[in-house]
């Protein structure tokens, strides 16, 4: 399986604040990279897709970017909802694999 | 707006057989351009890809999972399953169900582009 690794783990920042996750993947995986955001108790929210494609209704400061190994989600000014865990997920090759998550906190 | 929702026990005994439902609504179902998926998350900790079925019943399972996990799909009412046999405690998990667009080519996975509320599945006698 492709192993995909997120860092951080977690990561405190404040309202107004441009954050930025990063994903490794174990091996290339072209763009085949997609985003989720996670609240307590929730359901994942699908956010990006295609390494840099905003699924339908997700606001503007989310963006996406990456190729081969390397991604980043990058969130441009932090909001109250916008905090929670986000997870990234590698579509390749069977099967779909995810990173272990960071969790963004208010700091 | 689609809508997915699982249903089913939400208590199974060890060695016995985990069984969910999803009803999917508010947007097309019998597709070719989806297939339906599972996917869980044991509590408080991350996410695992279970496996997938097209609306003609064609599948693609997780191999860790492959030997105990069946998928199954009604079109005539919008439903698709989940059957995990023999299961123990580390099966618990908040188990989703999601669509996923169905890949562009044969040798890529794919991703998940809306997910049900999930429900929460405890193993235990």
């Known amino acids: 399986d492709i192993q995909m690794t997120q860092s951080p783990s977690s990561l405190s920042a404040s309202i107004g604040d441009r954050v930025t996750i990063t994903c490794r993947a174990s091996q290339g995986i072209s763009n085949y990279l997609a985003w989720f955001q996670q609240k307590p108790g929730k359901a994942p929210k699908s956010l990006i897709y295609?390494?840099?494609s905003l699924q339908s209704g997700v606001p503007s400061r989310f963006s996406g970017s990456g190729s081969g190994t390397d991604f980043t989600l990058t969130i441009s000014s932090l909001q109250p909802e916008d905090f929670a865990t986000y997870y990234c997920e590698q579509y390749y090759r069977y099967p779909p694999t995810f990173g272990q998550g960071t969790r963004l906190e208010i700091k | 707006q689609l809508q997915l929702q699982e249903s089913g026990p939400g208590l199974v005994k060890p060695s016995e057989t985990l069984s969910l439902t999803c009803t999917v609504s508010?947007?097309?179902?019998?597709?070719?351009?989806?297939?339906w998926g599972w996917i869980r998350q044991p509590p408080g900790k991350g996410l695992e890809w279970i496996g997938a079925?097209?609306?003609?019943?064609?599948?693609h399972y997780n191999p860790s999972l492959e030997s105990r996990a069946t998928i199954f799909i009604d079109t005539s009412k919008n439903q698709f399953s989940l059957k995990l046999s023999s299961v123990t405690a580390a099966d618990t998990a908040v188990y989703y169900c999601?669509?996923?667009?169905?890949?562009?080519?044969?040798?890529?996975?794919?991703?998940?582009?809306?997910w049900g509320q999930g429900a929460l599945v405890t193993v235990s006698s």
């Open positions: 508010g947007g097309p179902f019998s597709s070719s351009s989806y297939y």
């Open positions: 295609a390494a840099s």
């Open positions: 079925i097209w609306y003609i019943g064609s599948t």
């Open positions: 999601a669509r996923q667009p169905r890949p562009d080519y044969m040798d890529t996975a794919m991703t998940v582009d809306h």
